[in-house]
């Protein structure tokens, strides 16, 4: 099974910003949705960025207007970036083939710190 891989986590104030890597290896890339969710210390995992293979997108209002997900079919990457950071924003972000669904692979994760 294709696991993700990201990169692109560490430690940044508040108000700062992050880009995220998340690399899938195969030819199939282009075909799939992916998602990033993130699980903070205490929390569920939830679901903070989706992207479809024809490039839509959608956020939830946590993170709508300083999060941005895209893709780049030819790299098989998806990216998050990040912006306007807050210390609730710090958590493990994870990225996921397949979308919001329910099948697909996880990634190990990339700790994201944001200080006050």
């Known amino acids: 099974q294709v696991q993700p891989v990201e990169s692109g986590g560490g430690l940044v104030q508040a108000g700062g910003s992050l880009r995220l890597s998340c690399v899938v290896s195969?030819?199939?890339?282009?075909?799939?949705?992916m998602a990033w969710y993130r699980q903070g210390p205490g929390k569920e995992r939830e679901l903070v960025a989706r992207?479809?293979?024809?490039?839509?997108?959608n956020y939830p209002d946590s993170v709508k207007g300083r999060f941005a997900i895209s893709r780049d079919n030819a790299k098989n990457t998806v990216y998050l970036q990040m912006n306007s950071l807050k210390p609730e924003d710090t958590a493990v972000y994870y990225c996921k083939t397949g979308g919001a669904g329910p099948s697909g692979s996880w990634g190990q994760g990339t700790q994201v710190t944001v200080s006050s």
């Open positions: 992207i479809t293979p024809g490039g839509d997108t």
């Open positions: 195969g030819n199939f890339f282009s075909a799939i949705a």
